[in-house]
């Protein structure tokens, strides 16, 4: 039994720089594999729908233009989002990844939490529309 | 020291909010002078129905909503939510998908323990141990980031196999994380087992006899550290456990110094187990196909938490939506022995006794069904719960 | 003339504003120095000032059940008791301003006026946890207060006076940590209990009874406590500086005295576990007690022989 067991640990201490990490004035990478937020590429979806059938936050919709010419866009709803990853393994054409890059995504507007992916040209349609 | 303005039915309650609780529980005592009398416990306050919510989402989003049940043992329910689902499928997960689900389980027992270690050290006043074993749990959790891509909630799991793959660069930096922790948990032990004021608040208090373990039903490290053997990974191996055999770690004294003890004993374990599935990691691929429609039937699935033994109960009726989900966990088990060991002990020790189950409020609060032979159960609105609870606060006469 | 200069030490140095300024400060190196033992950042230089001012701008509620004039009289009370204990030592390295023969025992009765005015402030209200917290502090108040106190006499009997400007004539010649090392000893750690620092913090032991006795304080009551708590911390390392560590003559040996000494209680802080109330009471009585009359005896023997 000794009194203060912790000692070589709490006087080393004094000597040694706090572990604390000063975000945000110093930012770490995160690594290769962290879930940020969604990107998806329109180049090899055939349309299936399978990501938003199964995303467990209905987070992901996906809007059809035209079926055979595969125009279809998607709309991605950033604040039901839970990060989980499961779009990107239902997908069978591996056309989502989670990027590593974007993970502050603070806003003081609703509107940047809805965010569209799409070809140049189908987006433009799609907004329209909707406007 | 008696205080004679203190009555002798004096009640301190403990809860819902309390500084002692990270989760709301009520907990009420009734003491004289610093002896506790009698103990009550009220749960409920952490319910979201997640059960119910689980009946209306199909098989792969059910698995998120179950994942979230917990934030600590996050993992071990998504194991045993797909565990029961692939057993009704009739479909097995790889040989390298089951190794690395374990791998992530074990890793998540380690922080699992080490959080609860700076969480009992703070409940005992200790807080320099409180900060030292947070700052080395995020070796830990740096290590699950860069596996899986988050810290906690790793969602590692897919219905059918697991989603991430352990590269040598990966394998790398797992092992040299756990070089480092092993010294330190070396060094937890020594601390947890030889600082002198550190020991007057946990050596002979809340102890627990191995009979008493076994009539109250205790689960888990509590039950280990009074000397019954109870592990579901040696008792009835599921998943790679049959390949990589896990060594049970006991102790005899049943006080909160055993839980200690057992606790940083586990996760030497876990780091030891850790190491043995990186050398000998089965090749193979990662997932097997299932069906978006499982075949109807009832499963039930243990497996082992943190905190021990996990139970589900799966009922499936062959759509694309689960019919019942039962989750029993940990907790509720060795709560009782929480209200027993409190009666006669000092009220200082309550948080430390409370502390030493390793509570996981949010974990325990699932719906029980009492069965009453002569009225018939019947689903109610949202409307007839309103009227019942404005019935039962405020009498007959709203 | 006498006046204004009376004035000017009552409210401005070295008692009132330049008081709370150094209790704050001390209070800062505290936090600083407990949490660079734990390997993590503290709190910036102003956040004691930003609690005081924060809890000054809050509402006060006074509770059903307790006397509202005690309730608002007693944290007013406390810090008077303080600020008046702090014109007999020799803050700042310079002499006190107010001396008297016998002020030695004054000082350290308004050193416990806070200790007291907390118990009597838990005791106030019908809430479990201030009722446990206060019976807590005057267990804990029973169980230093006289070892602490005869610590402090040893080097009033030494010096041959009971008055601090005597005694610290004598001690500023001689190092008494040499020739009383267990008075020293005694005396730092009674400082501890005095101020319910860790290891002794069971009377405000946060995760089982809330708060202790100031739970139901808030806003102007509760800032009015934490300042009496600094200025208290301030005079405990004074007084000991000054009787131990040979005496303070001026700001900057005050500065580093006090300053070695809060290195030595922040490290204890942090190496400590708490203590149950019951085990600190039996601790005090069975070893402070021990360690000060061995103490008291070596120096009566080492007298007669010399």
């Known amino acids: 039994m000794k ?46 729908g399978i990501c938003a059938m199964d995303c467990p936050a209905n987070a992901i919709e996906m809007i059809v233009i035209d079926k055979k010419e595969k125009r279809f866009v998607l709309q991605y709803h950033v604040d039901r989002c839970t990060f989980c990853a499961q779009c990107i393994h239902s997908c069978n054409h591996g056309c989502l990844t989670m990027r590593a890059d974007l993970w502050e995504m603070a806003a003081l507007d609703k509107q940047s939490y809805t965010k569209w992916f799409g070809k140049a040209g189908d987006l433009e349609y799609v907004l329209a529309e909707a406007a | 020291m008696q205080e004679s303005k203190i009555d002798k039915k004096f009640t301190v309650p403990i809860g819902p909010q309390h500084p002692a609780l990270k989760e709301p529980a009520f907990f009420s005592l009734n003491v004289e002078g610093e002896i506790v009398t009698n103990a009550y416990v ?7 129905g997640v059960e119910r919510a689980a009946e209306e989402r199909n098989w792969v989003q059910t698995q998120y909503l179950l994942e979230r049940i917990c934030g600590i043992c996050s993992h071990i329910h998504s194991t045993a939510y797909c565990l029961g689902v ?52 995020e070796t830990v959790m740096d290590i699950l980031e860069g596996l899986t891509g988050n810290r906690v909630n790793y969602s590692a799991n897919l219905l059918g196999g697991v989603k991430y793959d352990i590269d040598n660069a990966q394998a790398d930096n797992i092992s040299k994380g756990l070089e480092f922790l092993q010294e330190r948990l070396i060094y937890y032990l020594e601390i947890v087992t030889s600082d002198a004021l550190f020991l007057k608040r946990t050596r002979d208090i809340g102890g627990m006899t191995r009979n008493q373990a076994e009539v109250l039903g205790a689960v888990g490290p509590t039950a280990r550290a009074s000397n019954v053997v109870r592990d579901i990974r040696v008792e009835a191996p ?18 909160l110094e055993a839980r200690f003890v057992v606790r940083v004993k586990e996760m030497l374990e876990s780091c030891h187990l850790i190491n043995r599935i990186l050398d000998n990691l089965p090749g193979g691929e990662l997932a097997a196909r299932m069906k978006r429609r499982i075949s109807p039937g009832e499963a039930v699935v243990r497996v082992e938490a943190p905190r021990g033994e996990l139970f589900y109960f799966i009922k499936s009726n062959g759509t694309d939506k689960p019919e019942r989900i039962k989750v029993r966990t940990p907790t509720i088990c ?18 430390m006794i409370l502390a030493g189950i390793d509570p996981c409020f949010s974990c325990n609060d699932r719906s029980v069904r009492i069965n009453n032979r002569s009225s018939k159960t019947s689903l109610w609105t949202w409307e007839e719960l309103r009227k019942y609870g404005i019935r039962y606060y405020y009498g007959d006469h709203h | 003339m006498e006046i204004i200069i009376n004035i000017f030490n009552l409210l401005i140095f070295p008692g009132g504003l330049f008081l709370l300024t150094a209790g704050m400060f001390f209070e800062w190196a505290d936090r600083k120095l407990l949490s660079q033992y ?26 059903d059940g307790s006397n509202p004039t005690l309730y608002i009289v007693l944290p007013i009370v406390a810090l008077a008791g303080c600020l008046t204990a702090a014109l ?21 009765y308004l050193l416990s006026l806070l200790t007291l005015c907390i118990g009597l402030a838990g005791a106030n209200t019908i809430n479990r946890f201030s009722l446990i917290g206060a019976t807590r502090t005057l267990t804990q108040l029973f169980s230093y207060e006289a070892p602490f106190l005869l610590a402090l006499l040893g080097p009033a009997l030494a010096a041959g006076s009971w008055q601090i400007s005597e005694i610290i004539a004598y001690t500023g010649q001689r190092w ?76 900057l040996s005050f500065l580093l005295k006090t300053l070695s000494l809060l290195l030595v209680i922040a490290g204890l802080q942090a190496l400590l576990a708490r203590l149950r109330i019951d085990q600190t009471v039996g601790l005090w009585w069975r070893y402070g007690i021990l360690l000060v009359l061995v103490q008291w005896l070596f120096m009566i023997g080492g007298r007669m022989v010399l």
């Open chain 1, 3 to 48: 009194i203060g067991a912790m000692f070589g640990d709490v006087v080393g201490s004094l000597f040694k720089k706090p572990v604390t990490e000063r975000y945000p004035k110093v930012r770490q990478d995160p690594p290769e594999r962290f879930r940020g937020c969604l990107d998806w590429s329109p180049d090899k979806c055939t349309g299936c």
């Open chain 3, 38 to 63: 734990q390997n993590r950042i503290g709190p910036r230089w102003f956040q004691p000032l930003a609690d005081a001012v924060k809890l000054l701008a809050n509402e006060e509620v006074i509770p």
């Open chain 3, 88 to 108: 007999y030592v020799p803050i700042a390295g310079f002499p006190p301003v107010y001396n008297f023969p016998g002020d030695l025992i004054v000082t350290i």
């Open chain 2, 42 to 48: 009220r749960l409920g306050y952490a319910h979201r």
């Open chain 3, 176 to 251: 008494l940590l040499i020739t009383q090392p267990l008075g020293f000893f005694v005396a730092l750690v009674g400082l501890m209990g005095k101020l319910e620092l860790p290891p002794f913090d069971a009377p405000e032991a946060e995760t089982e009874i809330v708060a202790g006795a100031l739970t139901e304080y808030s806003g102007r009551g509760l800032a009015l406590f934490r300042l009496g708590k600094g200025v208290e911390m301030v005079v405990g390392l004074t007084l000991i500086a000054a009787f131990y560590l040979g005496g303070v003559s001026n700001p």
């Open chain 2, 86 to 137: 692939e057993k009704l499928a009739g479909i097995e997960a790889p040989p390298r998908a089951q190794a690395i689900r374990i791998l992530v389980a074990e890793l998540e027992r380690i922080h699992s323990h080490l959080l609860w270690l700076g969480v009992a050290s703070h409940e005992a006043g200790f807080d320099t141990l409180f900060m030292y074993s947070w700052r080395d749990r």
């Open chain 2, 238 to 255: 599921y998943s790679a456990y049959n390949q990589f055999p896990v060594s049970i770690v006991l102790e005899s004294k049943g006080d």
């Open chain 2, 334 to 351: 060795n709560m009782t022995s929480v209200l027993k060991l409190a009666i006669g002990s000092q009220l200082a020790d309550i948080p």
